[in-house]
Structure formats: C-alpha cells, structure tokens
C-alpha cells in the first residue's frame, strides 16, 4: 500500500458524515464533543438525575448511562423527564451489554444506543472453539436476526448508535478467526456497520476501546483504513482508552490514547474513563480537544471549512503519504547500539529517562546539588529518577566550574551532559562531560571545519534542531544531512533530536522517514520542552507529542524539560513509556470507571490495592467493578480483582476466574495470596 487514508505528517481532520444526537450532532465539521458516564445505578432515579446534573454543570455534552436490563432501560424515562423538566437537555446514551431486550426498550428514552458486537446476542465463553465455515455463518445470521429489530426501532424514534468494541470482549466466533486482536476488533464493528448500511440505516458511529494504548490506537486506524474504503460513508469515531486508571496515571494514558488519534485528525468526541467522580474527567475531555477544536474555528472563521454543514452524502476520503512504520503493528524503529553507563541507547535497549538542569554552572554548588537530587544520589536503588542530566553551558569560561561539579559527582558524572548553543564549543567541552548536545537553530550555517573536528571518544554527541517557525520537513533534511556527514566520517556515538513548540509528533515521522531512505540508523533522543504553565496542560501535552512516537516505536530516549516539580516531571517522563508499554517501572493497574453494574466503591478499592501492591514492578492488575469490565476488558492484566453482583467479588488469574463471589471484605487479601501463591509477589523495602 503506498497511501493511507489519514494524514501522518501533519494535521488534518479526517471528514465524516454528521450523526445526529438529538439537539447535537458528531462529525463533519462539528465541534469534537466530549462526554463522561454516570456511575449510579440507573434504577435510583434521584441519584442518577443529580450525576447527571453535576455533569451537565461541568459543561459535559454527552451522557451515558448504563443498562443491564429492562428495569432499567424503563427507568431511563423518567431521569430523562425529570432532567428535561430541569432544563437539562443535554444528550442521554444507553450503554447495553448482552440484553437486546433492553437496547431495545431503551431507544425509546435516548437520543444514542451503545451496543457492543461483542457481547450483543453472543454469549461470551473465552472457550477458543474453533468454528467451521458453516458454524460461522449460521451463527452470524443469528446475530443478523436478533440486531434488526433494533436498527428498525432506532430508525423509527430517530436515534443514532454507537458500535462500540472493547479488545478483549470479542465474541468467540470473531476470536476463532481473528484472534483477540486489533484486526478482530474491526471485523467485529463492520460486521454490524454493514448490517446497519443494508437496511439503509446510516446514523451509526464507532469505538475501539483498550486499556493497552498501543492496541487502541491501532485498531482505530486499522478501522479507518478498512471502514472508508468498504462502506458508503465515512463514519464518526468515539476515542477513548479504557480502564485507564486514576490520577496523573489515568490523564497521561488517555492523553496518549486520545491524542495520537486527535494529532492525525480522527476523532469526533471522546470520554476520559478515570477511575474518579465521572466530574473529574470532564475537563481532562476539554483539556484534550481544546486545541483541535481552536484550530478548526480558526480555519472555519478564515473561510477555509464550512463549519456546521451537513454531510448528507457520500464523503470521499482523501489519501496521504504512508508513516514510517507499520500504523497497526507494532515494532520498535532498527537503530545501531551505542554502550553506555546505562548499558546502552538504542538497539534493544529500554528507552532512558533525561532531564535538563534548571541551575546554572555558574551557581557551582546549587548546580551540585539539583544532579545530586535529580540523579538519585541519596537512593541509589529507586527507579524513578532522572538517568541523564542535560546542563546548558554558554562559554568557556564554565568549563572549569562544571568539571569541579562533574569531579563532586563522583560516578555519577557519566549520567551527565551538556548542551550548547555555540558548535565551536563542543571540542573542549567533550572532555568534560560524558555527552555534548548541540542545539542546530534555523537557518543556521554549520561550519564543515567544526564538523570535521568531532571524532569518535567517550562522549556522546547529540545533535538537536531547535524547530520553531521552519516547515515540518526542514528539521529532517538538516539533520539527515549532518547524519550522512557523520556516518561517512565513521562517527558511531550520535544521536538525533529535534525540539519542536507543537509539531513535535510531525517533525519526528519527517526525520524517520528522512533516516529510513538513507539508511540511517542512529538513535534518536525523544525530546519535549513544555510551553504550557498549568499542570494538565504539560501532562496532555507531554503524553500526546510524546508518548504516541513511543506507541509506534519511534524514540530510544526520552527528555523532558518542565516546569514541574523535579520527581513530577521524571514520574511524567516513566509513565509515558510506561503507557506505551515500552519501559515497566512499576505496577500497572487497569481499573475501570465504574458504572451502574458495580456495587462496591470502586475507588476506594482501587487506593488500597495500590497502597498494598504499587511496588510489584511490571505486574498487569485488573481492578473492575463487574464481568463486563472483567476478564474481557481487562484483555491483558496478569490477575484481576472483579466484581460479581452486591457484595461479592472473583478474582482472576489473566482471564481464568479462579475464586468465585468471596465477601468483599477478604478479597484485597485473598488477591495477595494468589499473587504468592504464582510466585510474582515481593516483599516491599521498607
């Protein structure tokens, strides 16, 4: 394939057709929505009504409220009277699971209907039976039969729907076929889109949903690629990652899931799952289309986008450049290995962590101190620090401070670097320090002597375009120039970075690409400066630049430079590998957000279980409120803390349920003792 549907280099909102949701309306050129989901059970109308105010009052624009059975989806009339007598008329979805019965008492109360081709007239069994043609097609026609009437009664009260799937609740008829991966998450949606397009039904959109990053943002884009070449329109997309988690966690994973789709123009609303108050993630929503929503008012006040315009017919896709990797499968960017104090950069390495020095070398002993703390000089052992310490340094006359500095440091002096605005400065700065980066500006002319005098020694040599107002593919043809350079010169110890202000995803595929036909295969240093003040802000920035080149493999090396709090700034950095599972630094918990089907406090559940296991490095724990956020959802956990129903709860080993409906009470503790009792628990160091 030599095209894509989608733009990689730069943005570009991918068009669609416009879905209603009563007095709104997805895709086109419609504002990306955002929206969250209640947490009451729906059958209490008066707590469900003040959620959905509170919501409402947080400015959310979608609702979603879950429906396990009739009971419910009857009562999703009178919270819908009762808001809409409150002058509340924000959109209301009914999220089903397994119950055609209620998807199909609930359209008559909502203005959207979820439903998951998973689970929607298919019995989940995770059985791996292996289905025969015949088997397939019969029980696909089953499934045809019972989806009907629904799209029939849909049609008929004027109500869009979302198929939404979830890796890891496929049906298993789709999982014989296609594996519980990306590509059966697809066939599973456009089985159902194409059943909706046959009856000529056509106010559908689509959800992709995973609590792994790398696998939710591939199926996305594998849907589009398939979807708008198969189907009459192309369709709008609800993005989300789920089972994210709480806190910085939680924000940082959904920014990267989220905001590599929204950089490549896909996504017309979005729902942050956080295991908090559904309020809290309201404004993390806003925070992340903030500015994809300004850049197409801009366009659209400029004249350029017809804003509000209807799609009534079919919308041709555009096509576009292929990235410089494999867009639905992962596999790490080949580099050389440079040895290092770390062990090494590239090659199969792990990604180390950088930051940049906020002292200046002419504050000696401030400076001593920031490496020392940065550097974890008074614990050694802890994981979470700062690996490389970059230090800007302007003349010669720092040279002497720094190597004193350096000298304090003792070993330690090989985590560290500096940087330099000047090239005529690298020579005597590399006996100095144990790596030199220098800054390349924009339309700078680099003198070919100074060139020639860098030579292969201990020192690393780093050289970073500093990107500000350049088009996106001159940081690239710059640096693919000095590379050849170097490469022809024998230079092994180089590394490449570019420090962009807002393109830093774009400019990174330009240089790969640029890299990739020259045959180049120097690592590459992923480097973020913040230019946002507020705290979330620098946490959906950093996670969306970042942590989306991680996701496809693009990074040996990641440095940040914020104005964060030292140990918030190098959390920041080691959760954005983490959530791109490319770096373990710690326990992973997948937890949901809760809904109506959990009858137990997520979130304090949650807290205690990360208090009692957060030190279980690399280990997957699933912590869901009931069996349709458990074995499915939570497709990758190692063990899972699941809810069965009031006061009970199961515990699982990967997707095996191995203790059944234990009183809640125990089972923090009985999800200890299976932990040890399959050898992966370890003692906490005091």
């Known amino acids: 394939m030599q095209h894509f549907p989608i733009s990689m280099y730069h943005y570009s909102r991918r068009l669609t057709r416009e879905v209603g949701f009563g007095p709104l309306s997805l895709g086109g050129y419609q504002p990306i929505r955002v929206e969250s989901m209640t947490t009451t059970h729906t059958i209490d109308t008066?707590?469900?009504?003040?959620?959905?105010?509170?919501?409402?009052?947080?400015?959310?624009?979608?609702?979603?409220?879950?429906?396990?059975t009739e009971k419910e989806a009857e009562n999703l009339k009178t919270i819908r009277d009762q808001l809409r007598r409150d002058g509340i008329n924000t959109p209301l979805v009914a999220d089903i699971h397994f119950s055609r019965k209620a998807a199909l008492k609930a359209v008559e109360a909502v203005e959207n209907v979820r439903i998951n081709p998973g689970n929607f007239a298919n019995t989940r069994k995770f059985s791996n039976e292996d289905y025969s043609e015949e088997a397939f097609r019969v029980e696909y026609e089953e499934v045809r039969a019972e989806f009907l009437p629904l799209i029939e009664k849909a049609r008929e009260h004027g109500v869009s729907m979302r198929i939404g799937t979830n890796h890891g609740s496929l049906s298993d008829r789709i999982v014989s076929r296609y594996g519980n991966t990306p590509e059966g998450m697809v066939e599973a949606a456009l089985e159902f889109a194409r059943i909706c397009e046959d009856e000529g039904y056509y106010d559908i959109l689509f959800s992709m949903k995973s609590s792994n990053v790398r696998v939710m943002i591939q199926a996305y884009r594998l849907l589009v690629m398939k979807a708008d070449a198969e189907l009459r329109n192309p369709y709008p997309l609800h993005l989300g990652v789920t089972e994210a988690g709480d806190g910085d966690e939680g924000r940082i994973k959904s920014a990267m899931g989220i905001g590599a789709l929204l950089e490549e123009g896909l996504g017309d609303t979005v729902r942050v799952s956080l295991t908090e108050d559904p309020v809290n993630e309201v404004p993390v929503g806003f925070a992340l289309v903030k500015k994809y929503n300004d850049f197409q008012k801009v366009m659209g006040d400029k004249g350029h986008l017809p804003v509000n315009r209807l799609i009534e017919s079919q919308v041709v896709s555009p096509s576009f450049a292929m990235p410089p990797f494999d867009p639905v499968s992962y596999q790490k960017r080949k580099t050389g290995m440079i040895v290092t104090c770390h062990g090494g950069i590239g090659g199969d390495a792990l990604p180390i962590v950088g930051t940049v020095a906020r002292e200046s070398v002419a504050n000696g002993g401030l400076l001593l101190e920031e490496l020392n703390r940065k550097l974890g000089a008074e614990n050694p052992d802890a994981v979470i620090k700062s690996e490389f310490v970059t230090v800007p340094v302007s003349s010669l006359d720092e040279a002497a401070v720094l190597e004193e500095v350096l000298g304090e440091l003792g070993a330690d002096r090989s985590r560290v670097g500096v940087s330099l605005k000047d090239i005529s400065l690298a020579p005597a700065f590399m006996s100095i320090a144990a790596s030199v980066r220098i800054d390349i500006t924009e339309g700078e002319m680099i003198d070919k002597g100074v060139l020639d005098s860098l030579h292969d020694r201990t020192t690393l040599i780093e050289f970073c375009f500093m990107h500000e107002n350049a088009s996106l593919n001159v940081p690239?043809?710059?640096?693919?120039?000095?590379?050849?350079?170097?490469?022809?010169?024998?230079?092994?110890?180089?590394?490449?970075?570019?420090d962009s202000p807002a393109a830093t995803v774009y400019v990174y595929r330009h240089l790969v690409r640029r890299f990739n036909e020259e045959g180049i295969d120097y690592p590459l240093v992923v480097r973020y400066r913040a230019r946002k003040k507020e705290c979330l802000e620098t946490l959906i920035d950093c996670a969306t630049q970042t942590g989306t080149l991680f996701c496809d493999g693009i990074g040996d090396m990641l440095a940040v430079e914020t104005g964060l709090a030292e140990s918030e700034e190098t959390s920041l950095a080691f959760n954005v590998l983490q959530a791109a599972r490319v770096r373990m630094s710690k326990t992973e918990f997948i937890s949901c957000p809760g809904c109506g089907r959990t009858y137990f406090d997520l979130e304090k559940t949650a807290s205690v279980i990360k208090s009692r296991m957060s030190h279980l490095k690399g280990l997957k724990i699933g912590i869901m409120g009931c069996i349709v956020n458990g074995p499915g959802e939570m497709a990758d956990a190692d063990f899972g803390y699941v809810g069965s129903g009031k006061g009970g709860v199961s515990l699982?080993?990967?997707?095996?349920?191995?203790?059944?409906?234990?009183?809640?009470?125990?089972?923090?503790?009985?999800?200890?003792?299976?932990?040890?009792?399959?050898?992966?628990?370890?003692?906490?160091?005091?």
């Open 46 to 68: 008066k707590a469900s009504v003040e959620q959905c105010r509170r919501l409402y009052e947080a400015g959310c624009e979608i609702i979603r409220l879950t429906v396990p």
């Open 476 to 498: 690239a043809d710059v640096l693919k120039r000095i590379a050849l350079k170097m490469k022809k010169k024998g230079m092994h110890r180089l590394l490449f970075s570019i």
């Open 652 to 686: 699982y080993v990967g997707k095996e349920c191995v203790e059944s409906n234990i009183p809640e009470e125990d089972a923090v503790d009985r999800l200890v003792e299976l932990i040890k009792a399959h050898g992966r628990w370890v003692e906490k160091v005091a």
